[in-house]
Nanobody, 125 residues
Framework: QAQLVESGGGLVQAGGSLRLSCAAS????????MAWFRQVPGKEREFVAG????????YYTDSVKGRFTISRDNAKNTVYLQMDSLKPDDTAVYYC??????????????????WGQGTQVTVSS
C-alpha cells in the first residue's frame, strides 16, 4: 500500500515562510507526477502546485505564483513545497498527491492515485 506522509506545517505570521515535505514509500516515486492541494472547511480541495516526474515541468495556481515553489528529490522519494510571503488566505490543510504517469498539471483531485493525510498550515494576520 502506497504511503505519503506530509510534514512541515504549522503556525506562521503573514509574510513568513514554511517548507512542506512529503515523503513517499511503497511506490516507484519517479513514475509519478506529484502535486500539492489544499482544503479549507466547506470548500473543495484546490490544486496548488504540481511537478512532473523528472522535475522538468512545474505548475501553479495563479494565487500562489511567485510565492510558492514545488520541487522534488527522486533519490529521497520526497516532494517539497516552499511557501514564501504567506497570506492569511493560504490557511488550509495541505495534502500531497501522486498521479501515476501524469504530467503534474491535473487540477482535479479525482485524477490522483494516492494521497497523504494532510498537514495544517495557519497564517495569522
Amino acid at each position: 500500500q502506497a504511503q505519503l506522509v506530509e510534514s512541515g506545517g504549522g503556525l506562521v505570521q503573514a509574510g513568513g515562510s514554511l517548507r512542506l515535505s512529503c515523503a513517499a514509500s511503497r511506490i516507484t516515486f519517479s513514475s509519478y507526477a506529484m502535486a500539492w492541494f489544499r482544503q479549507v472547511p466547506g470548500k473543495e480541495r484546490e490544486f496548488v502546485a504540481g511537478i512532473r516526474w523528472n522535475g522538468g515541468n512545474t505548475y501553479y495556481t495563479d494565487s500562489v505564483k511567485g510565492r510558492f515553489t514545488i520541487s522534488r528529490d527522486n533519490a529521497k522519494n520526497t516532494v517539497y513545497l516552499q511557501m514564501d510571503s504567506l497570506k492569511p488566505d493560504d490557511t488550509a490543510v495541505y495534502y500531497c498527491a501522486a498521479d501515476a504517469y501524469g504530467l503534474g498539471s491535473q487540477p482535479s483531485p479525482a485524477e490522483y492515485d494516492h494521497w497523504g493525510q494532510g498537514t495544517q498550515v495557519t497564517v495569522s494576520s
